[in-house]
């Protein structure tokens, strides 16, 4: 079977090095991908490790890995525990994540995750998933719309491109990348409409495939399902996955404070591993999907 195209992973020796592999140990991957990640751990386990790693894109399937310590799960990991118990596993050793989506998937232009190419409205990882971008930005509500926008990506004009969009679509379906690129560019912010039509993208990226959402249930299963000094080695490309992953594992919340018992101490899952890793600008200049990843690990306590 042909391995598609994919960019090298990033920030790779500093995120398997977060998981302070043990030769026999299990440990997962959450976002096979290319499966660089993957054939990085495998180098460090020895004959009685073991690799799972779980991919909803069907794409993925094309660079399983050819080894009895692999096993490749097709689904999405929010379902992490369901089925690491499914195949014999109540827990495991470190949990590896690279989150956002692939350089394979922004590279193919049907998919729709790119801002460069003309496609039908989709942004699905999971290609049997029943929402789309074409239902967002087709179907949403105004004020759904504008939730969206603001939420996901951060986005300060908001209200006026839901309005627009909505005023648009009365008239004519929204149905491909040009035709929403050349309805929203006239009320764009000059010199910057790139950079702000990336984080339109994004917005209706994260909504179509829920990832904060199963963000928030994968990192709560992480607790349940690591070892006592178990790893995980999470990388994120935005701040809003980036300051859950920070909280989480600060303190086991994503927003407030945990609880002090009677003698102002408070019991957290997991203790922070060295500090924030970010990638050189060599890595950079090589591989420009590496610009904005941030790099954080944690241990079960």
Same mark, same amino acid.
């Given at each position: 079977?042909?391995?598609?195209?994919?960019?090298?992973?990033?920030?790779?020796?500093?995120?398997?090095?977060?998981?302070?592999?043990?030769?026999?140990?299990?440990?997962?991957?959450?976002?096979?991908?290319?499966?660089?990640?993957?054939?990085? +751990?495998?180098?460090?386990?020895?004959?009685?490790?073991?690799?799972?790693?779980?991919?909803?894109?069907?794409?993925?399937?094309?660079?399983?890995?050819?080894?009895?310590?692999?096993?490749?799960?097709?689904?999405?990991?929010?379902?992490?525990?369901?089925?690491?118990?499914?195949y014999g596993h109540?827990?495991?050793?470190?949990?590896?994540?690279?989150?956002?989506?692939?350089?394979?998937?922004?590279?193919?232009?049907?998919?729709?995750?790119?801002?460069?190419?003309?496609?039908?409205?989709?942004?699905?990882?999971?290609?049997?998933?029943?929402?789309?971008?074409?239902?967002?930005?087709?179907?949403?509500?105004?004020?759904?719309?504008r939730s969206v926008?603001?939420?996901?990506?951060?986005?300060?004009?908001?209200?006026?491109?839901?309005?627009?969009?909505?005023?648009?679509?009365?008239?004519?379906?929204?149905?491909?990348?040009?035709?929403?690129?050349?309805?929203?560019?006239?009320?764009?912010?000059?010199?910057?409409?790139?950079?702000?039509?990336?984080?339109?993208?994004?917005? +209706?990226?994260?909504?179509?495939?829920?990832?904060?959402?199963?963000?928030?249930?994968?990192?709560?299963?992480?607790?349940?399902?690591?070892?006592?000094?178990?790893?995980?080695?999470? +990388?994120?490309?935005?701040?809003?996955?980036?300051?859950?992953?920070?909280?989480?594992?600060?303190?086991?919340?994503?927003?407030?404070?945990?609880?002090?018992?009677?003698?102002?101490?408070?019991?957290?899952?997991?203790?922070?591993?060295?500090?924030?890793?970010?990638?050189?600008?060599?890595?950079?200049?090589?591989?420009?999907?590496?610009?904005?990843?941030?790099?954080?690990?944690?241990?079960?306590?």
């Amino acid at each position: 079977m042909k391995n598609l195209e994919y960019h090298n992973p990033v920030l790779l020796k500093e995120t398997v090095d977060g998981l302070n592999i043990k030769p026999d140990g299990v440990y997962v991957d959450v976002t096979f991908g290319g499966g660089g990640h993957s054939r990085e +751990i495998l180098s460090r386990l020895g004959e009685n490790g073991k690799l799972l790693a779980f991919d909803q894109d069907p794409d993925a399937k094309q660079n399983v890995i050819d080894d009895k310590r692999f096993t490749l799960i097709p689904e999405n990991f929010r379902f992490l525990r369901q089925f690491l118990r499914f195949y014999g596993h109540k827990t495991v050793d470190g949990v590896l994540g690279d989150f956002g989506v692939s350089s394979h998937q922004f590279d193919v232009a049907e998919r729709g995750f790119s801002t460069r190419y003309d496609s039908r409205l989709d942004m699905r990882m999971d290609q049997t998933s029943k929402l789309s971008a074409y239902e967002v930005i087709n179907e949403y509500t105004e004020e759904q719309l504008r939730s969206v926008f603001y939420q996901y990506g951060e986005l300060k004009n908001a209200p006026k491109l839901a309005r627009v969009i909505v005023e648009e679509r009365s008239v004519n379906p929204i149905e491909t990348g040009d035709q929403l690129k050349e309805l929203l560019m006239p009320h764009l912010f000059k010199h910057r409409e790139f950079k702000i039509l990336a984080q339109i993208y994004q917005a +209706i990226r994260i909504e179509v495939n829920q990832e904060i959402e199963v963000l928030k249930e994968f990192l709560k299963q992480t607790e349940q399902v690591l070892e006592k000094g178990g790893r995980i080695s999470l +990388i994120s490309y935005h701040s809003l996955e980036d300051r859950l992953v920070k909280r989480y594992i600060r303190n086991g919340l994503f927003e407030g404070e945990p609880e002090k018992d009677v003698f102002g101490r408070v019991e957290v899952p997991f203790k922070k591993v060295g500090k924030l890793v970010v990638p050189t600008k060599e890595e950079i200049q090589q591989n420009n999907r590496a610009r904005s990843a941030k790099l954080r690990v944690g241990e079960k306590i």
